[in-house]
């Protein structure tokens, strides 16, 4: 420690912390330096350990690089609307050449995905997300999109989505979101938006399934099918089944299908174990909420089983997720007895910017999918 008192360099409690006089900067591509204030020079080595360091990840959510007009690199946090010269991932640097580490990170349930997706660059990236006006897809639109992902809010009531629109671009100006008409309990509309969304000659990276409906009375749609089960089976089928080249040609890509751990409490088979299509599509006299809602997210589930198998080896992926039990969300809204319920229930439900799913044996969320070991 002498020789470091004699090169001008004070004893400090820490190894890293810079002597009196350094200041620690960065370069536009993440290679840390160092200047001496005293000396007014730059070095890349730090001035204690001779290390080269550089930063780790992506700016954090609401930052923004930019250059001034010497050419020097500062930061801009839209948040809290200030400007720094100090990069806010210093805290996060890693030594030059590191080594690959041996853990993955670990989620728990107050997990946001926000914070799975810190550091994930989506630029380029096409998403689409049904139901995307409130609930949890709202929350996963905003999150695909304050990433740098294109996303398109797929919503029956373009009012709401646009409204929705506004709220994401509010967080982030630069935001690459778009709202398009989308009435899954009409088989028509979903033609006409999956004709719209051709004709933008877009990729799609990751579409989510995500628009569900609860608690309907007993109604048919215009196509003659049970409401329930057409508005959250058969029309993302159907969707699924029109944009399946669009998919296939932006490979790799990724279909999430949001289902829920009810699919346990149902069957769709008669009493001798053959496939009783009736029940999916019950008349008045034998209609059950519940047990229909139950019924479609089981068939939402062996959905996607089945359309993994037949588009993995074409390079589109595909899994079921369950958004956690009794989270409290806008989906009861159509039951005054379950909204009763869901508000009781609500101080030990999740809320929807920590939702994690379950899917595959696996801790995930809508979000999680993309940061596991898939090269996007």
């Not at 591509?29 to 200047?35: E, M, Q, R, S």
């Not at 609930?135 to 646009?162: P, Y």
């Not at 998919?247 to 949001?258: F, Q």
């Not at 019950?282 to 229909?292: G, I, R």
Request: hydrophobic share 35%; with cysteine; proline share 3%.
């Amino acid at each position: 420690m002498a020789a470091l008192r004699y090169a001008g360099l004070d004893d400090t409690d820490s190894e890293d912390e810079l002597p009196p006089g350094w200041e620690e900067r960065t370069t536009k591509d993440g290679w840390v330096y160092y200047a001496n204030h005293t000396e007014e020079k730059t070095q890349w080595e730090h001035p204690k350990t001779g290390k080269r360091k550089r930063v780790a990840g992506d700016l954090p959510y609401g930052w923004e690089q930019e250059t001034d007009e010497n050419g020097q690199v500062f930061f801009v946090d839209h948040i809290n609307k200030r400007t720094t010269y100090l990069d806010p991932r210093l805290a996060f640097t890693v030594d030059d050449n590191p080594t690959k580490p041996t853990t993955r990170q670990r989620y728990d349930g107050s997990t946001t995905a926000m914070e799975i997706l810190q550091g994930r660059d989506l630029t380029g990236k096409v998403v689409l997300v049904t139901g995307a006006n409130s609930g949890i897809g709202f929350e996963t639109a905003k999150s695909f999109a304050l990433h740098g992902a294109h996303v398109i809010l797929a919503c029956r009531n373009m009012s709401r989505a646009s409204e929705a629109v506004s709220r994401i671009l509010e967080e982030w100006h630069k935001a690459k979101v778009e709202a398009m008409t989308l009435d899954l309990a009409v088989l028509r509309s979903v033609q006409r938006f999956a004709e719209a969304f051709k004709a933008k000659n877009m990729s799609l990276h990751v579409l989510v399934c995500n628009a569900g409906t609860f608690a309907l009375p007993w109604s048919l749609t215009k196509d003659g099918l049970e409401t329930t089960f057409q508005v959250n089976h058969l029309g993302h089928f159907y969707l699924v089944q029109l944009l399946q080249d669009v998919l296939c040609r932006s490979a790799p890509a990724r279909v999430i299908v949001v289902s829920s751990e009810s699919h346990r409490f149902t069957d769709i088979n008669d009493s001798s174990g053959k496939l009783d299509l009736s029940r999916l599509s019950p008349s008045q006299s034998d209609y059950w909420a519940m047990l229909v809602y139950n019924r479609s997210k089981l068939c939402n589930l062996l959905f996607s089983n089945e359309l993994h198998r037949r588009l993995s080896p074409r390079g589109v992926t595909s899994n079921a997720v369950h958004p956690g039990n009794m989270m409290f969300s806008s989906l009861h809204r159509n039951s005054w007895v379950y909204t009763m319920l869901f508000t009781l229930a609500r101080p030990f439900t999740k809320s929807m910017t920590s939702k994690i799913y379950f899917a595959e044996n696996a801790i995930c969320c809508v979000c999680f999918v993309l940061v596991e070991d898939v090269d996007y």
